[in-house]
C-alpha cells in the first residue's frame, strides 16, 4: 500500500476504515443480543460477510403496534353513521308482488 500513488492509498484506507467500523458494528450487534453464545475473539475472528449472516439470523421483527390476530370483519361494536341511526339496515322492498295498499289503488272506482 506504501507503494500505491495517493489517490489509490486514500481510497484503500477509506475502504479499510469503513470496514473496520462496519466489523465493530456487527460484533456489538451481536454481543448485545441475549441469545449470543460466542466469545468476542470468536466474533472478531470471523469475517463480515459471516457477521452479518449471523446477524440476519438474530433479527427479531417487531410486530408492536399491528392490528390484533383474528378475523377483522367481526367487530363487537355496530357502526353507526350518525346517532339515532337504525342499527341494521331496513328491508329491502319486496319487488314484484303488490300489497294490499297497491291493490286498492289499482282497482278502478266503481
Not at 456489538?28 to 440476519?56: H, I, S, Y
Not at 328491508?91 to 291493490?103: E, H, M, S, W
Request: net charge neutral.
Amino acid at each position: 500500500m506504501a507503494s500505491a500513488p495517493p489517490e489509490i492509498r486514500e481510497s484503500l484506507e477509506a475502504g479499510l476504515r469503513m470496514h473496520t467500523a462496519r466489523k465493530a458494528q456487527l460484533v456489538a450487534g451481536l454481543k448485545a443480543n441475549a441469545r449470543n453464545k460466542f466469545t468476542e475473539a470468536q466474533l472478531n475472528a470471523m469475517d463480515v460477510a459471516m457477521l452479518e449472516n449471523l446477524t440476519a439470523l438474530a433479527y427479531t421483527p417487531d410486530y408492536s403496534g399491528r392490528a390484533p390476530s383474528g378475523d377483522g370483519m367481526r367487530t363487537s361494536a355496530t357502526p353507526q353513521v350518525q346517532e339515532g341511526d337504525l342499527a341494521e339496515a331496513p328491508p329491502p322492498p319486496r319487488l314484484g308482488l303488490a300489497t294490499n295498499q297497491q291493490k286498492q289503488q289499482q282497482k278502478p272506482a266503481a
